[in-house]
């Protein structure tokens, strides 16, 4: 280590301080200030700092919805210099998503000019728009004169600015939000406020209503831009309770018909937050790459409803399949998290469930009312009292008259000579002379009258807890009256449906390009696919002392089954084969195929069509291709086969009914294939008894039309019914020497 380093002179005392401490405590005074000053909107009036601040700068700028537009450039001025200590561009930013009304269900902000657009295209400069408040902010704001809330210095502590808004609306589940802090985030979807308010009612006319009764009143979320929303009432209950989930929205479509029998599909709502724009582009790109087959073109035709059209690739295509192919690729269907972490009580970060939040804002609405009740009452108090002094001077006249004539002191004379108070004294100093006519007397007698009616109303209703929620209920009523379901801001845009029950498999199928393509194995297991339907298989090439093992036709959007000769099954996608212009790859990359397994048949699957599974020591059963097929690269485990022993055959049956099995022995056995049982999987049961030796060949037929099989000549032999008598038997016999004509080959097919 070297010598430690003297401070430089004139540099001040310097203070040793542990590492570790300093950065927890500006990390902790860092986080806190994200949290409560940045990122989490307060449960109370469902705003961030910089919303509540844009709302109170634009009060303060008396900018009400009757009142003339003014510049945008004027409001986040005032914002950031007086209020908001950040940069413009993030003011700006706030401002315009308040006036957008496909990012905020109920905007707080009437802009003027282009405020940008659901393609995602920005707003103009703040230079040239305008904007003024919607009746939504002055709900916010309704009461902020009448001390309902607190207010505390702004930064530069050259003025006030209010600590939440009284929020007479239910903005928080109204509008949502969304943000992120330090170790934690926010996302809460918008809703309807009609279906909040009734909710909010339930809950004052029973504390301890139910997530379910709540959610009787609020079906869900509502966006600004419609949509489905796909889960189910459990999911959607869950979510509520918990204050964590999320809601599956799909675009909202329905098929249009055109001439000769074609069809368009035509979406007109896509998922909130999704930018047309790009999901237009993705859409194409995916066209473009052959991934949405079923798909020919796609066109924008929106105007300022929106408007995309799909035009499926024919007229027979399903259009259900087609949607669900979309859901599954691209931002047609989306998923909105809900995650209610909020400042409860303004204060404390919290993930509140429904109930809680709907509590939390009624709570504050209560202690707003209060707030104000008191103000008014201070405020008539005050008036009586002066009313009081007006009264006394009115009945006296000529001595108030006469005392501020010649008194050189009026006002100690006045309270002295009245009883009146130094307020009363000073009202009545300050008083007109032409408010000295008889008429404002009777006026002044009727407002006196008055407030004292009002004095005792608001006295009443501060002393009673009922009155208050019973006030508070008539202001919700009058809330959800102004945004019923029947106005056009309020009507319900998101609806609900269940998700189409489709087939996994149709949708993956319908995922793939459908060509025409041959497979080809060959005896050193090397894997390929050819495009097309070859007829030849003789012009196909291999790797030195390689050649075919096994080639069949298919198409891309089938699935192909590969059995090994341990008695697994492996499935694979047509589509997926490497490419045939080259060898091939080793078809243990695709599987887990054991060292010395290896594939005995391999064939397309149809879930429906059974097949004969025939081990080489004879013993077998019948299975469909549905129980073969598997998802993974483990495979299914099939047939069971003892030691030495593989499966020798997987023989489809079609419409046969009788079983013809030959051994190695050259004894032939014909038996009904009724006396093999269906089984999912196992070892089967003996088809056909040897002493020495296995299966050399097995065949299913059907009786009526008798037994065929070809010699190495090509020439084709046919044994009847009658002339097969001879063979016939049961399952498990040992059979008899086949007949004269059958292949040395010991093979049906020669």
């Known amino acids: 280590m070297g010598k430690p380093v003297d401070p430089p002179s004139g540099g001040g005392e310097i203070q040793p301080v542990d590492l570790r401490e300093a950065l927890e405590e500006r990390y902790l005074a860092y986080a806190l200030s994200t949290i409560m000053g940045r990122a989490l909107p307060d449960v109370r009036d469902g705003l961030k700092p910089v919303h509540r601040r844009i709302v109170h700068a634009m009060r303060v700028l008396r900018l009400d919805p009757g009142q003339a537009y003014k510049k945008c450039a004027r409001i986040v001025g005032d914002v950031m210099g007086r209020f908001h200590p950040h940069g413009d561009a993030a003011i700006y930013d706030a401002l315009v998503r308040l006036a957008q009304d496909f990012s905020v269900r109920y905007p707080l902000v009437d802009g003027q000019g282009n405020f940008g657009n659901v393609d995602g295209d920005s707003a103009a400069a703040m230079r040239y728009t305008e904007a003024r408040m919607t009746e939504v902010a002055t709900l916010l704001l309704r009461g902020i004169d009448e001390n309902a809330v607190d207010f505390r210095p702004t930064y530069n502590e050259e003025d006030e600015e209010p600590v939440v808004l009284p929020g007479a609306f239910p903005n928080l589940l109204a509008n949502g939000s969304s943000g992120i802090a330090v170790g934690m985030a926010t996302n809460i979807p918008p809703h309807n406020a009609a279906e909040l308010c009734d909710a909010a009612l339930k809950i004052i006319e029973n504390p301890d209503a139910t997530v379910d009764q709540l959610l009787r009143s609020i079906e869900g979320p509502d966006f600004p831009t419609g949509g489905v929303i796909v889960d189910n009432r459990a999911t959607i209950r869950q979510a509520y309770e918990t204050g964590r989930g999320s809601f599956r929205v799909r675009a909202r479509w329905e098929r249009e018909d055109a001439t000769r029998g074609q069809w368009f599909v035509v979406v007109h709502e896509i998922p909130y937050q999704v930018q047309k724009s790009r999901l237009i ?12 087959p079923l798909l020919a073109d796609i066109r924008d035709e929106s105007a300022e409803d929106i408007r995309i059209v799909l035009e499926p690739k024919s007229k027979t295509v399903d259009p259900e399949i087609l949607m669900e192919s979309l859901f599954r690729l691209t931002d047609l269907e989306s998923r909105i998290p809900l995650n209610m972490n909020v400042l409860s009580g303004g ?14 804002w009624l709570a504050h609405q209560r202690e707003v009312l209060e707030r104000r009740a008191r103000h008014r009452l201070a405020q008539i108090e005050r008036r009586l009292e002066i009313l009081a002094g007006y009264l006394i001077v009115f009945l006296n006249i000529d001595d108030v008259i006469r005392i ?23 009202a009545v100093l300050n008083m007109r002379l032409r408010s000295l006519r008889k008429l404002e007397e009777f006026e002044l007698r009727r407002e006196f009258d008055q407030l004292t009616v009002e004095k005792a109303e608001k006295e009443a209703l501060l002393g009673s807890t009922e009155k208050q929620w019973s006030a508070v209920a008539e202001e919700v009523r009058a809330v959800r009256e102004t945004f019923s379901k ?3 801001l309020g009507k319900r845009r998101t609806r609900f449906a269940d998700a189409p029950d489709h087939d996994i498999g149709d949708i993956t199928t319908a995922l793939i390009e459908k060509e025409s393509v041959t497979i080809v194995l060959s005896k050193k297991g090397f894997l390929r696919g050819m495009k097309g339907h070859l007829a030849d298989f003789s012009n196909l090439t291999f790797r030195e002392g390689d050649g075919l093992n096994i080639a069949f036709h298919a198409m891309t959007t089938d699935k192909l089954l590969f059995v090994s000769k341990h008695g697994r099954v492996f499935t694979m996608q047509a589509d997926k084969l490497p490419g045939g212009r080259g060898q ?5 990359l695709a599987f887990d195929l054991e060292d010395k397994d290896d594939i005995a048949a391999a064939f397309t699957a149809e879930p429906e069509r059974r097949r004969l599974m025939v081990s080489s020591e004879g013993t077998g059963f019948v299975a469909t291709e549905g129980d073969m097929i598997s998802g993974t690269r483990k495979g299914k485990q099939l047939m069971n086969v003892g030691k030495g022993s593989v499966v020798e055959l997987a023989q489809e049956i079609g419409e046969g009914d009788t079983v013809a099995i030959v051994g190695e022995n050259r004894k032939l056995l014909v038996f009904p294939l009724s006396q093999v049982p269906q089984m999912a999987r196992g070892k089967g049961v003996r088809l056909q008894r040897y002493k020495d030796g296995g299966v050399s060949d097995a065949k299913v037929f059907k009786l009526s039309e008798g037994l065929t099989w070809s010699d190495s000549a090509g020439r084709a032999f046919l044994r009847s019914d009658e002339e097969l008598m001879e063979w016939k038997g049961d399952r498990a016999q040992a059979g008899r020497l086949v007949p004269k004509g059958f292949p040395k080959t010991n093979k049906f097919a020669g």
């Open 281 to 292: 582009e993705k859409i194409a790109e995916l066209l473009q790459a052959r991934k949405l």
């Open 347 to 360: 204060k404390v970060p919290k993930v509140l469930s429904l109930k809680e939040v709907l509590a939390e």
């Open 404 to 426: 501020i004539r010649e008194e050189d002191e009026p006002k100690q004379e006045l309270m002295r000579f009245f009883t009146l108070s130094d307020v009363q004294a000073e």
């Open 486 to 488: 029947k106005t056009k």
């Open 584 to 588: 091939g790859d080793p078809i243990r």
